[in-house]
């Protein structure tokens, strides 16, 4: 599960809206170890105070599935995680975000990741492969 969820380009995040339902987003992502760091980036957007953020900051449970779809149904898998988010602002862990990003998507390599950088510590990890 974790050498898919390594390998893998994008996932989609849950988060827990103040009403209590979910709010989903695609994203990527980079895995070191037990958690998922993601960035809020560059691309466009209504706001930089987004309301996956303002989620995590009322409830930091969140959840994360990472598949691939392809014709070939024998190849068809899942991995659904579960954890907890924190914003990371500053620090040694977060440059270390940084970087993994980076390495992993060349896009991160020519903007500046200024903004809220997340790491999520996944607790639970659930799979499941047609073969």
């Keep these: 599960m ?3 969820v390594a390998t893998s380009r994008s996932g989609t995040l849950a988060t827990i ?4 339902t979910s709010h989903l987003v695609p994203f990527v992502f980079a895995l070191k170890g037990e958690t998922l760091y993601w960035a ?3 691309k466009p957007k209504r706001s930089k105070e987004l309301l996956r953020l303002r989620n ?6 969140v959840g994360v599935l990472v598949d691939t ?3 070939d149904w024998s190849l068809l898998w899942w991995v659904r ?7 990371l602002t500053e620090g040694d862990e977060r440059e270390r975000a940084v970087n993994a990003l980076r390495g992993k998507y060349p896009q991160y390599r020519e903007q500046p990741l200024e903004d809220a950088v997340v790491a ?3 607790e639970e990890w659930v799979g499941w492969s047609a073969t």
């Design 2 to 4: 974790r050498r898919r």
């Design 17 to 20: 809206g103040d009403d209590g």
């Design 40 to 42: 809020v980036d560059q």
């Design 56 to 61: 995590i900051r009322r409830n930091p449970r």
């Design 69 to 71: 779809y392809v014709d």
């Design 81 to 87: 995680m579960r954890g907890t988010a924190r914003i």
């Design 120 to 122: 999520i510590d996944v």
